[in-house]
């Protein structure tokens, strides 16, 4: 069981972390898009077809989204340890504050602190 200071360095970090992965997504994303605008403007050219073959492969591209971004979400919040050890539900955003001002989880109730401090690290020891 960790402390809520290692909780709140945990869930900074991830937040840093997190940030430059979503900015990265972000311009991809829109970049995609604003190159997908400029294109459909030579669409009108285009055959009915190819039309529909395009719109069908913008619409799976941007439904695609959705997974991969749940997918991001639960391997960074088991790679920094925020996820419930009870109910494995992530503890991230509103969880998170709820988390930090209880000391339980917001989902389940399940005790999520020690009151002890941490245990020491090795390198805590050789120091």
Known sequence: MMTKDEFIQRYQAQQKHGNGWGILWLVLFFGFL???????????????????IFGIVTLTIIISQLPLLY????????????RCPSCDKPLVGVSAQVAIAAGHCGHCGTKLFSDGPAAPTPNDRNA
């Open 34 to 52: 604003a190159c997908g605008a400029v294109f459909s403007e030579h669409l009108e050219a285009q055959s009915r077809r190819f039309q529909l």
């Open 71 to 82: 997918w991001l979400l639960r391997r960074e919040t088991k790679k920094f340890g925020l």
